[in-house]
């Protein structure tokens, strides 16, 4: 499957960045792209730094303009398209959504994020409710997608979760960047570990993994702190970990990786992890810690 990472820098000019999302997704397409991911909440700057009322406004239904705006395209160019909005689900209620547009234009899924953050920078609880929608992948032309979102991506429950519903292929839209504050030392760490946690996914369950984050500095509107830099290394691998193309940490890039789903089938053979899981074993997993 021919899978388009569009790796991009985003403005405050939320139709700029369409019109510029919309270019790189017809040169995806025409390079062969079958299925195109985006990064996380891709139409607008990373509102999340500060708390403010104001950036409620920036929300919108499901469906809604943008949904039409990506269906339309993914319509045009026979596609499927991994959309990340900020839903609007009613006043006062709001998620941090993926969209799935199939190939006819139509909405072949939706994931609400799950895990939600809050540290600075990342104030998302001021946001977003958690998701309520479950680990379920989503079906398409391409395949059955297990989409999640960001801070998802660093808990091995979500993918085991999506792996055990059927997913062929994980898939994060992601916006994760270095504290000013942090060493080059310690932003280093952090950045491999990100991409370490998520190959382990793909290692443990046998599958593909893709993961497209936005590159470039943003402000933080508060002043509070010196913004984010986000580190880019948008990245798909295969399902014993390897990299098959990681983009760089700073400029924007539209790149097309060839994954293969079929390969899992043997390399779960190799390794039947699922085969050997002590299920029974397992029920303190739900609950938070063990005093």
């Known amino acids: 499957m021919k899978t388009g990472i569009i790796q991009l820098t985003c403005s405050p000019d939320v139709q700029r960045n369409k019109v510029r999302i919309a270019e790189a997704i017809r040169k995806a397409a025409s390079q062969g792209a079958e299925l195109i991911v985006l990064p996380e909440l891709h139409d607008t700057p990373y509102f999340c730094q500060c708390e403010d009322v104001n950036n409620f406004s920036l929300a919108e239904t499901i469906p809604g303009p943008s949904t039409d705006f990506f269906g339309a395209l993914a319509k045009e160019l026979g596609i499927v398209i991994v959309a990340s909005l900020f839903e609007r689900r009613a006043a006062g209620l709001y998620h941090n959504t993926a969209v799935v547009l199939e190939r006819d234009g139509t909405i072949a899924g939706t994931y609400r994020k799950m895990h939600i ?13 958690p998701g309520d929608l479950g680990f ?4 398409t032309s391409v395949g059955r997608l297990g989409v999640q979102v960001c801070w998802d991506q660093w808990y091995p429950e979500g993918a085991r979760l999506m792996a055990l519903a059927g997913a062929e292929i994980l898939i994060y839209p992601t916006a994760i960047g270095y504290a000013a504050s942090d060493t080059p030392e310690e932003q280093e760490r952090q950045r491999r570990a990100w991409q370490l946690v998520q190959r382990g996914h793909a290692v443990a369950n046998g599958l593909p993994v893709v993961t497209v984050n936005r590159t470039g500095h943003e402000a933080d509107p508060s002043r509070q702190t010196a913004g984010i830099q986000f580190w880019g290394t948008s990245f798909a691998c295969g399902p014993q970990g390897e990299v098959i193309h990681a983009c760089g940490a700073v400029d924007e890039e539209v790149v097309i990786v060839d994954i293969d789903l079929q390969r899992s089938e043997q390399v779960r053979r190799w390794w039947p992890f699922l085969r050997d899981r002590r299920i029974e074993e397992y029920g303190d997993l ?3 810690f063990r005093d």
Do not use: A, L
């Open 117 to 129: 953050p809050d540290d600075p920078g990342y104030y998302e609880k001021f946001y977003f409710t």
């Open 136 to 139: 379920q992948p989503i079906q």
């Open 286 to 288: 739900t609950r938070r």
